[in-house]
């Protein structure tokens, strides 16, 4: 029980909380930052509660007093300090907040996420409601001066980490509160004025009320100009129609030191049924992968909370960078609250609706410049798909794909104009260099070709297969039916010997076909299941580091296309020249294997050789 001797009021923390200030430090030491945004934002609290008070008419005089707060480090002193001009509180208002509603709530924290805040995996996210005890996170004592806007007069009260506490008059005059906190050796990196500057700008960058910062080590000239660290009405709490394209850019620019300008953005301004508002960038990136890099960061109210939280974005979006503030979501629980929050949900599929249809609208309104972005999104759409069903259904009819001709189409558009020679099959080619000789021969027929050429890709036509009447088929995997010309090619039982021999395969699969094109003697292909096996496989042993094919060659076929002149001619001569006519087979099939794949060492070594030979009998 407190002690009253005359004008000082001392006391001691209930002896079943006594150990609260380890366990504070124990369970949230990765995390003892926190005690600058809790600090501030109790700090901002106390000012817009005395806004509010002056907009009621509850306390005359003050409709253009200006709110702020000051923080303050010295490394001398070994203090930092975080000063108000808020709402102020009296001895009875300390007595209930600081020593007991304050302490319940972090009593109450503690008690409920015992067994979560020590599993890593489901860790506390927000620990809002630690408030102003997560001060002794880095501190031995923290004195709390304060008053009241009421005519109550000023108080002072002293806590030492063992709990034992001293409440007593203050003469301080102005309105607001001022905490001090004295640092222990845990918390001495804070004492490092830059440090404590970068943590400030970090969680308090958007807070309501403007925040100064002093080193008081530091002698500050009288003509430096006096400026807050943070921004008070963020960009995400205007209405969309009243920002320009260079303040998105600028504040994409300043929150995420990104000097490159972001390909389109989206503003979520949403107030019924649900109440979020942020910012989400699309960013550039510079290859490939660097789009998977993305950052998030979610607010409560202005306070920053953390980045990329799974459990309020999903998981496709965190490819992007944003802000998110959603000040209806009760941060101070657990992982696992987060994950079955039905609130949570909601947020998470209408961000995803959003997106959707910030994406439809580009494709529908601006058709153009949609299709130059198209390369630097295309992963992230694709893999949005692959992620989230109804973002996948409402996304596809914008997808657009990449003809060899450099033009774009969509897959209905495709398919339509597929409906005569290949319906509703897709072909495609994942490298148009090395694959050149399939493709031309479809260019030549008229049968458009796409590229696909990124790795998430084959996932996202398989997915697309099994949702939509659509196969798709690499230019190297079959003959297509309008590749072929009229009548019946018939087997070649003594060129199927050889060409087993030449190949050393005994088992290799031949096959005869009349192609209208007579250029190209021989083929090998590689059916698509096999195909899409093999590169599945491929990126697995890759991330084990082996490069080396997988697929046994018995997987290919090996397609000889009886209009050629060159294969009607090794027909003609094998009866009578085999050594002639091997030399040919052998040098068409290298040819056959090099517009499949790469050689090996060996199969290259062995080409060279034909090759020169060849050379010289010319």
């Keep these: 029980m407190p002690e009253n001797n005359e004008k000082n009021i001392k006391g001691g923390i209930s002896v079943e909380t006594a150990n609260i200030f380890p366990v504070i430090k124990k369970w949230l030491y990765s995390e003892k930052e926190i005690f600058v945004r809790e600090l501030v934002s109790n700090a901002c609290d106390a000012a817009t509660k005395m806004k509010r008070l002056s907009s009621l008419g509850e306390v005359k005089g003050l409709e253009d007093e200006k709110y702020r707060i000051d923080v303050s480090v010295s490394k001398n002193l070994r203090t930092i300090t975080v000063k108000d001009n808020g709402i102020g509180?009296?001895?009875?208002?300390?007595?209930?907040?600081?020593?007991?509603?304050?302490?319940?709530?972090?009593?109450?924290?503690?008690?409920?996420?015992?067994?979560?805040?020590?599993?890593?995996?489901?860790?506390?996210?927000?620990?809002?409601?630690?408030g102003f005890y997560s001060a002794f996170m880095v501190s031995d004592r923290v004195d709390v001066i304060t008053k009241s806007y009421t005519d109550a007069p000023a108080v002072k009260w002293s806590c030492s980490e063992a709990g034992e506490y001293e409440m007593s008059e203050d003469n301080r005059e102005e309105r607001g509160t001022e905490i001090i906190l004295y640092v222990n050796d845990e918390g001495k990196e804070y004492l490092n004025a830059y440090k404590l500057k970068e943590v400030l700008e970090k969680y308090c960058a958007f807070m309501p009320v403007e925040i100064y910062f002093t080193d008081e080590d530091t002698d500050k000239k009288e003509d430096e100009a006096e400026a807050p660290i943070n921004d008070t009405t963020p960009l995400w709490l205007k209405n969309p129609s009243d920002c320009t394209k260079e303040e998105?850019?600028?504040?994409?620019?300043?929150?995420?030191?990104?000097?490159?300008?972001?390909?389109?953005?989206?503003?979520?301004?949403?107030?019924?049924?649900?109440?979020?508002?942020?910012?989400?960038?699309?960013?550039?990136?510079?290859?490939?992968?660097?789009?998977?890099?993305?950052?998030?960061?979610?607010?409560?109210?202005?306070?920053?909370v953390a980045d990329n939280i799974k459990e309020v974005i999903p998981e496709f979006l965190?490819?992007?960078?944003?802000?998110?503030?959603?000040p209806e979501l009760p941060l101070n629980v657990s992982r696992s609250y987060l994950q079955?929050?039905?609130?949570?949900?909601?947020?998470?599929?209408?961000?995803?609706?959003?997106?959707?249809?910030?994406?439809?609208?580009?494709?529908?309104?601006?058709?153009?410049?949609?299709?130059?972005?198209?390369?630097?999104?295309?992963?992230?759409?694709?893999?949005?798909?692959l992620r989230d069903r109804k973002f996948f259904d409402r996304i596809l009819p914008s997808v657009i794909w990449e003809k060899t001709s450099g033009e774009y189409v969509t897959l209905e558009d495709y398919l339509d104009g597929a409906k005569e020679k290949h319906e509703n099959t897709v072909y495609y080619t994942t490298d148009k260099v090395s694959q050149a000789?399939?493709?031309?021969?479809?260019?030549?027929?008229?049968?458009?070709?796409?590229?696909?050429?990124?790795?998430?890709?084959?996932?996202?036509?398989?997915?697309?297969?099994?949702?939509?009447?659509?196969?798709?088929?690499?230019?190297?995997?079959?003959?297509?039916?309008?590749?072929?010309?009229?009548?019946?090619?018939?087997?070649?039982?003594?060129?199927?010997?050889?060409?087993?021999k030449i190949s050393a395969k005994e088992k290799?699969?031949?096959?005869?076909?009349?192609?209208?094109?007579?250029?190209?003697?021989?083929?090998?292909?590689?059916?698509?299941?096999?195909?899409?096996?093999?590169?599945?496989?491929?990126?697995?042993?890759?991330?084990?580091?082996?490069?080396?094919?997988?697929?046994?060659?018995?997987?290919?076929?090996?397609?000889?296309?009886?209009?050629?002149?060159?294969?009607?001619?090794?027909?003609?001569?094998?009866?009578?020249?085999?050594?002639?006519?091997?030399?040919i087979a052998r040098q068409m099939y290298s040819l056959a294997l090099l517009s499949q794949r790469r050689l090996t060492a060996e199969e290259l070594k062995s080409f060279l050789a034909q090759s020169y030979e060849v050379l010289e009998k010319l």
């Design 89 to 130: 509180m009296s001895e009875a208002e300390v007595e209930k907040y600081i020593c007991q509603m304050a302490l319940s709530g972090a009593l109450d924290f503690i008690e409920k996420y015992e067994g979560e805040a020590q599993n890593a995996n489901n860790g506390i996210i927000g620990h809002f409601g630690l």
């Design 248 to 304: 998105y850019t600028e504040f994409y620019r300043k929150v995420f030191n990104d000097y490159r300008e972001p390909l389109f953005y989206i503003h979520l301004n949403v107030d019924y049924p649900l109440n979020f508002k942020g910012i989400l960038y699309f960013p550039k990136p510079s290859h490939e992968y660097d789009s998977l890099e993305g950052q998030v960061k979610l607010y409560y109210n202005q306070v920053y």
């Design 437 to 500: 000789q399939y493709v031309s021969m479809f260019e030549n027929e008229g049968i458009d070709v796409v590229i696909l050429d990124t790795v998430i890709e084959n996932q996202f036509i398989t997915l697309i297969e099994n949702e939509k009447k659509v196969k798709f088929i690499r230019v190297d995997s079959d003959v297509a039916g309008s590749l072929k010309a009229d009548g019946e090619a018939g087997d070649e039982p003594a060129l199927t010997e050889l060409m087993r």
């Design 508 to 583: 290799l699969e031949v096959k005869y076909e009349l192609l209208k094109d007579t250029s190209t003697p021989a083929l090998l292909n590689i059916s698509e299941e096999a195909r899409r096996m093999e590169d599945m496989m491929r990126m697995y042993r890759i991330s084990m580091g082996d490069e080396s094919p997988i697929l046994p060659e018995s997987e290919y076929t090996l397609v000889i296309n009886k209009s050629s002149s060159l294969i009607k001619h090794i027909i003609d001569i094998l009866p009578t020249d085999v050594a002639r006519a091997e030399r």
């Design 318 to 326: 965190l490819l992007l960078k944003g802000v998110l503030d959603c």
């Design 340 to 385: 079955n929050s039905g609130y949570v949900s909601k947020i998470s599929s209408h961000i995803v609706k959003k997106v959707a249809d910030k994406i439809n609208s580009l494709f529908n309104t601006q058709r153009e410049e949609f299709e130059k972005l198209w390369r630097d999104i295309k992963t992230f759409v694709e893999y949005g798909a």
